[in-house]
């Protein structure tokens, strides 16, 4: 059989492509097998109608959580989390963190954007220095004048990338620069200071003139992680992975217990103050799903 690749799905079909010939293909699958965007299957012809046969083993799964706190799974065989924030309209507090745990227990490489430089050049400062400390790819940029676009074209040859991010932040401006096509964008609302939502289904397109692909997922005002203990929350601070295991109890949570390594790593200023405060909230924050 030949190996395709899920652009996209609907209720009962997806939309595949030929990963040999690049032509696309409508298919049924079953209800109990319904593949998601990114997905390599293997399909069959049946008289008039072409079927998904098996979805073939998944390198990894970027997910977010649904409205219950449960693990939602968005897009399949992801290489780059490409996480899209700007300067308008500004990320909440503990965004980028959020995705960063995601994109550690999803098994993707993070790349964050800092996009509409144009408005504010030195808004992101900080930010910028702060992740590249932790040793995570920035790129600074704005779609005006394309700053930095073959820098975040070459990081996506080969890979499969996924824009994630709020709405109005820019991906699908972004992505019409990397795919050299229109995609609808929204405007920022006056009254919200917020964009619109315009991409309603997470798409998986090939790159024009690259070996790579691209995923454009809807935007969401905030990245839900799926309900999470203290050890897969602090599994996503790597800066915290060197004195975990300094802790007097072997199941601390970092926030209030004696003799805690990361605490300590605080105080000692081995780990910022700012990352540490930003930990607590997001382990606040699960008390919701609860």
Not at 83 to 99: F, H, S
Request: proline share 3%; net charge positive; glycine share 6%.
């Amino acid at each position: 059989m030949q190996k395709y690749r899920v652009i996209s799905t609907q209720k009962q079909t997806a939309l595949v492509l030929n990963t040999f010939t690049g032509e696309e293909q409508a298919c049924f699958f079953a209800r109990k097998d319904k593949p998601i965007c990114g997905d390599y299957v293997e399909i069959q012809h049946n008289k008039n109608e072409y079927l998904i046969a098996k979805i073939l083993p998944r390198k990894n799964i970027f997910a977010r959580a649904n409205h219950k706190g449960r693990k939602q799974n968005i897009a399949a065989n992801v290489d780059n989390q490409i996480i899209v924030v700007a300067v308008e309209p500004e990320p909440t507090r503990d965004l980028i963190n959020r995705y960063l745990i995601g994109s550690h227990h999803c098994g993707t490489q993070p790349i964050i954007v800092f996009n509409k430089n144009d408005i504010d050049e030195h808004f992101f400062d900080n930010s910028i220095e702060l992740y590249k400390s932790l040793g995570i790819k920035t790129i600074s940029t704005n779609t005006k004048t394309q700053t930095n676009f073959d820098e975040l074209l070459d990081l996506m040859v080969d890979k499969t990338s996924i824009f994630v991010g709020m709405s109005g932040v820019g991906k699908s401006s972004i992505s019409e620069l990397v795919l050299n096509k229109f995609i609808k964008t929204g405007e920022i609302s006056k009254k919200t200071g917020k964009g619109s939502h315009v991409t309603s289904v997470t798409q998986l397109y090939k790159i024009p003139n690259s070996t790579g692909f691209l995923i454009d997922s809807p935007g969401v005002w905030e990245y839900g992680l799926w309900k999470m203990d203290a050890a897969d929350i602090a599994a996503g601070f790597e800066e915290f992975h060197d004195f975990i295991g300094l802790c007097k109890f072997s199941n601390c949570t970092h926030t209030h217990e004696p003799k805690c390594g990361v605490k300590q790593a605080v105080e000692d200023k081995k780990i910022t103050k700012l990352r540490y405060d930003s930990y607590l909230r997001i382990m606040d924050s699960m008390k919701y799903w609860d």
